[in-house]
């Protein structure tokens, strides 16, 4: 695969200006913790920093409820609470699991994946075709991107550098490890480039990304949430597979990667708006997995058909 999709930053006597320590501190002690601490340690450990989510997150929290009050509108208080709670505690594990995604070796990495069934992606692959793999914003989603590299499926993601150099640098080389990929995500070209060279590309279909390339369809019990019409241009444009999957962390602690299916034979990808509303049942069929792992705390329900009026599902 080409390496110059995103230009790999290059280290500089520059990035060891104090006003870069910070960065360089932060990132060198979690490479520490994660590397020297045993995964069950850093579990706990994970899972107790996001309870500190309702004192240093309230607004955050607030989002996180709110989503889920009109995603599940026969949730009763005690079960939404319940809900919140445990999401900011996997909140709190998505700094460890990307300690753990950007620093440890190959071989201890290993030990925290399950391959339950991603037989479709190794047979698209041998046939050389190329995969859309249309996965969501799991807070594991370090984990997800990098497994599929670590189980022989390297491939392509979309990407936004960081504008602190110095996070840049590391982020680019924690994002790219066993042979992964990163193209500007601005840069649907590149993108269509790939899927037509067989390559795979990882794909999140599941945010608000605002009105352009968008269209308003279901998703969870709101009849009009922003969708992004973006899978249906990729997968029209080069004829790829679209594959929808997932990494979600089960009751032992590992992360169980599921690509199970191919659903571009049924997938309506010339109506743009029809596509957006079959592509967001399946993106709910993969949050219902483990939906405490998902990002909650995102506005998913931001954006309204009529731009001109105030969103009231906030306020």
């Given amino acids: 695969m ?46 107790s920093l996001g309870k500190l989510g309702n004192l240093i997150g ?14 599940f509108p026969n949730k009763t208080d005690v079960e939404i609470e319940a809900f919140v709670d445990e999401n900011l505690k996997n909140t709190g594990m998505a700094l460890m699991e990307t300690g753990i995604t950007w620093f440890w070796p190959t071989w201890r990495f290993k030990r925290i994946l399950v391959d339950k069934d991603t037989e479709v992606l190794k047979r698209l692959k041998k046939e050389n075709r190329g995969i859309l793999f249309c996965g969501v914003h799991a807070l594991n989603l370090e984990v997800t991107a990098r497994a599929l590299a670590v189980l022989g499926m390297a491939g392509y993601g979309a990407y936004r550098p960081h504008s602190n150099p110095a ?12 042979n992964n990929k990163l193209i500007y995500r601005t840069d649907m070209k590149k993108m269509v480039r790939v899927l037509k060279k067989g390559e795979l590309f990882f794909y999140l279909p599941d945010q608000d990304y605002g009105h352009h390339r968008s269209v308003f369809v279901p998703f969870f019990a709101v009849e009009e949430t922003c969708t992004t019409t973006g899978t249906s241009i990729l997968a029209y444009t080069s004829k790829s597979a679209i594959v929808p999957g997932s990494g979600f962390r089960n009751s032992n602690g590992k992360y169980e990667i599921i690509a199970n299916e191919d659903i571009e034979p049924n997938y309506p990808k010339k109506d743009p708006e029809a596509a957006a509303a079959y592509m967001n049942k399946y993106v709910e069929k993969i949050i219902l997995r483990a939906p405490e792992q998902w990002l909650w705390l995102h506005k998913r329900y931001k954006s309204l058909p009529d731009e001109t009026k105030t969103n009231s599902r906030y306020l």
């Fill in 2 to 47: 080409n390496d110059n999709y995103v230009g790999k930053p290059a280290f500089s006597l520059s990035l060891l200006h104090p006003k870069y320590w910070g960065v360089w501190f932060g990132f060198g002690l979690l490479a520490l913790i994660v590397n020297i601490l045993p995964y069950f340690i850093l579990l706990k450990l994970g899972r």
């Fill in 167 to 178: 996070y840049e640098f590391i982020q680019y080389r924690g994002r790219t490890r066993n």
């Fill in 58 to 71: 309230k607004k955050r929290v607030s989002i996180a409820r709110r989503n889920l009050e009109l995603a």
